[in-house]
């Protein structure tokens, strides 16, 4: 009897202490997400959109000419490229987990150098630079974090990552404005600010460096015919994003002829699709599969860039707006359990192969931009080519997704 209350007594004790390092595990989980979040705000969300908006003020300040602002745009992107196919080397050097910190200084001291007029060139360079800042974040912060989190919550946790693009997005529609109201200068300054404070915020909230795993390097250099339709198809979802991104508030506020309020409402809610659409797309690949989740958002995606072409009442444009702007920073988490899926035994790998997709993305989704502001112009300001373009881009997206079982078994 005394031997069995003995039992009885010591088998409470590990269960208590498995429950107690369960929940202490999922709180350093949530708090990694939340240091990729901010992350993926300041160097992507704040960073790149919020450019947007203070468009109309740097002109009507006479920083800039109106040609000048775009090439100054551009920079951005060039930048995000550079960065993009800069990120692992300088992960390799540095540490994944420093770059990170180093590039959410770099972005937020690009605000503050931003509040003064130098020069073209000094303003060229300071987009670059919050450009490259975006593009390593982009390819570093998720690769930190998810080797840390359960096949099960992945692309929960991969949503809440990328959901700070679409804080970004939402920000650029509704902060920016009211800092404009205190003036340019004011609000490059307020921008700073916030980049500044989740910078600190996050600062001691990343993961310890993952470490990296041997596999053979004739195994890391062949990727499947799955993984490099997984990178065509993410690039041909960059260009089918591109005419609502560019272009949604101009045809609105000019193309209809509704006026500049009218289209920046609809900015308005592309941003709020954008926050929630990670979260939803992560959730769904957590229960249905990262495969047949992708496949529903092509179709689904699709359908919400082509209905412009179809009709462009009031309630059309809003579910056009709203689903695609969820699908801009939702689509994220679902190539990313994707390529976990395809690549499932090696975090190096998958790291590689994310950075790869991430430079693919930014090269359809720079070309696209300046292939379709050329066609915009050849066109004379057809605005219903363009979206039926993108809509053609992500349907060949699925295409592929369909054709490619076929083309193995063939193999």
Same mark, same amino acid.
């Not at 363009?386 to 193995?408: E, H, K, Q, S």
């Given at each position: 009897?005394?031997?069995?209350?003995?039992?009885?007594?010591?088998?409470?004790?590990? #269960?208590?202490?498995?429950?107690?390092?369960?929940?202490?595990?999922?709180?350093?989980?949530?708090?990694?997400?939340?240091?990729?979040?901010?992350?993926?705000?300041?160097?992507?969300? &704040?960073?790149?959109?919020?450019?947007?908006?203070?468009?109309?003020?740097?002109?009507? %300040?006479?920083?800039?000419?109106?040609?000048?602002?775009?090439?100054?745009?551009?920079?951005?992107?060039?930048?995000?490229?550079? =960065? %993009?196919?800069?990120?692992?080397?300088?992960?390799?050097?540095?540490?994944?987990?420093?770059?990170?910190?180093?590039?959410?200084?770099?972005?937020?001291?690009?605000?503050?150098?931003?509040?003064?007029?130098?020069?073209?060139?000094?303003?060229?360079?300071?987009?670059?630079?919050?450009?490259?800042? $975006?593009?390593?974040?982009?390819?570093?912060?998720?690769?930190?974090?998810?080797?840390?989190?359960?096949?099960?919550?992945?692309?929960?946790?991969?949503?809440?990552?990328?959901?700070?693009?679409? &804080? $970004?997005?939402?920000?650029?529609?509704?902060?920016?404005?009211?800092?404009?109201?205190?003036?340019?200068?004011?609000?490059?300054?307020?921008?700073?600010?916030?980049?500044?404070?989740?910078?600190?915020?996050?600062?001691?909230?990343?993961?310890?460096?993952?470490?990296?795993?041997?596999?053979?390097?004739?195994?890391?250099?062949?990727?499947?015919?799955?993984?490099?339709?997984?990178?065509?198809?993410?690039?041909?979802?960059?260009?089918?994003?591109?005419? #609502?991104?560019?272009?949604?508030?101009?045809?609105?506020?000019?193309?209809? =002829?509704?006026?500049?309020?009218?289209?920046?409402?609809?900015?308005?809610?592309? =941003?709020?699709?954008?926050?929630?659409?990670?979260?939803?797309?992560? #959730?769904?690949?957590?229960?249905?599969?990262?495969?047949?989740?992708?496949?529903?958002?092509?179709?689904?995606? %699709?359908?919400?860039?082509?209905?412009?072409?179809?009709?462009?009442?009031?309630?059309?444009?809003?579910?056009?707006?709203?689903?695609?702007?969820?699908?801009?920073?939702?689509?994220?988490?679902?190539?990313l359990g994707r390529i976990h899926e395809l690549v499932p035994h090696s975090a190096e790998q998958q790291r590689r192969t994310w950075s790869h997709a991430t430079t693919s993305f930014a090269l359809f989704q720079a070309?696209?931009?300046?292939?379709?502001?050329?066609?915009?112009?050849?066109? $004379?300001?057809?605005?219903?080519? &363009?979206?039926?373009?993108?809509? $053609?881009?992500?349907?060949?997206? &699925?295409?592929?997704?369909? %054709?490619?079982?076929?083309?193995?078994?063939?193999?």
């Open positions: 009897m005394t031997d069995a209350d003995a039992k009885l007594q010591v088998h409470p004790r590990p #269960h208590q202490r498995s429950g107690s390092t369960s929940e202490i595990s999922s709180q350093q989980t949530w708090r990694y997400a939340v240091a990729g979040l901010s992350a993926s705000l300041v160097g992507l969300g &704040l960073a790149r959109f919020s450019y947007t908006p203070l468009i109309p003020a740097l002109i009507a %300040a006479k920083w800039f000419g109106a040609s000048d602002v775009v090439y100054l745009g551009a920079a951005n992107l060039a930048g995000y490229l550079a =960065g %993009a196919l800069a990120a692992r080397t300088v992960a390799a050097r540095i540490g994944a987990v420093r770059t990170l910190r180093a590039m959410m200084l770099l972005a937020t001291l690009s605000f503050f150098a931003s509040s003064t007029p130098v020069s073209f060139t000094w303003f060229f360079a300071w987009r670059f630079l919050s450009g490259l800042a $975006g593009g390593i974040i982009m390819v570093l912060a998720a690769s930190v974090i998810l080797p840390h989190t359960s096949a099960a919550k992945r692309g929960m946790v991969g949503g809440v990552i990328f959901a700070g693009v679409g &804080l $970004g997005v939402a920000a650029s529609g509704t902060l920016v404005p009211l800092l404009l109201q205190q003036g340019l200068q004011q609000s490059w300054y307020g921008l700073g600010v916030v980049s500044g404070t989740l910078t600190l915020v996050s600062w001691w909230n990343w993961p310890a460096e993952a470490k990296t795993d041997t596999v053979s390097s004739q195994r890391a250099k062949h990727a499947s015919p799955a993984v490099r339709g997984l990178l065509v198809q993410y690039g041909l979802n960059a260009v089918a994003l591109v005419p #609502h991104m560019v272009f949604i508030v101009d045809f609105v506020a000019r193309g209809l =002829g509704q006026g500049i309020a009218a289209g920046s409402h609809y900015w308005v809610l592309y =941003g709020l699709g954008a926050i929630v659409g990670p979260l939803v797309t992560g #959730h769904l690949g957590d229960r249905a599969g990262f495969g047949p989740a992708l496949r529903a958002a092509f179709l689904i995606e %699709a359908a919400a860039v082509l209905l412009p072409t179809v009709s462009t009442a009031p309630l059309s444009l809003i579910v056009s707006s709203v689903v695609v702007g969820g699908f801009t920073p939702g689509i994220v988490p679902l190539v070309a696209a931009a300046y292939g379709f502001s050329w066609i915009y112009a050849q066109t $004379g300001g057809d605005y219903l080519v &363009l979206f039926a373009l993108g809509g $053609g881009a992500v349907v060949l997206a &699925l295409a592929i997704d369909f %054709a490619l079982p076929l083309t193995t078994r063939k193999a």
